[in-house]
């Protein structure tokens, strides 16, 4: 009796770990980090139009030993300026393609969905009452659906964005201005409640999306920022 009841024991230990190897196999991680800078935030808010600027992103695949021309000819579709520059191995041990992208700021989302030219962009708003812009990351939809099927297709996971790291080096290239910050880690610092920095002109800050913004902006498209004061 003692000896079945053991047994029953280590079969659902067993079929436990099984089912958490087959989770972690079914997921597809991205990474993404951009550089914005001030000036070009404010004046897209003020003029519209859109400006692009560099990405870098690191895309989890199977293997860096299988063939990846495909897999690269497809995912350069949904970025503008697409290069590898290099396939690894990370430190959670799995293999990552990292290459250069261009990403577009926009005013608004409409035109950056009717563009259809990036997977991911940023957005830059003063919004009707206000005097000052409101900076968000934004997402196609309909691109990220369609590389996520892809992705499934070719390596059976699932593409998702709160597994991956979405950072943005916030670069002042004007006079001192004041940023409120989304909770985020900022410098590698927790923040939970919207937080005010000043940044003199020449300063940096890098600021890292928390897991919430990111499956917000996977569901809905958008995710904010900051604020400019």
Partial sequence: MVKKIVNNIFNKINLLICTLSCLVLTSCKIDFEGDLYT???????????????????????????????????????????????????????MDYITSKVSVPIYNNLEDFNSENKSLIGYQSTIWEGQTKPYVYIILNLNKFEGLSDFIQNETFQELSLDEGILKVNINNDIETQKLSIFPSFVDGE??????????????????ESSNISAMHLQEIGWAPLFIFE
């Fill in 190 to 207: 927790p923040i939970v409640f919207r937080t005010t920095y000043d940044l003199e002109k020449r300063q940096s800050l890098l600021v």
């Fill in 39 to 93: 000036s070009d935030l404010l004046t897209i808010a003020e003029e519209g139009g859109s400006i692009n600027l560099p990405m870098e992103i690191k895309f989890q695949v199977s293997s860096c030993d299988e063939d990846l021309t495909n897999l690269n000819n497809k995912i350069s579709t949904y970025f503008q300026d697409y290069k590898q520059i290099s396939c690894g191995t990370g430190e959670d041990f």
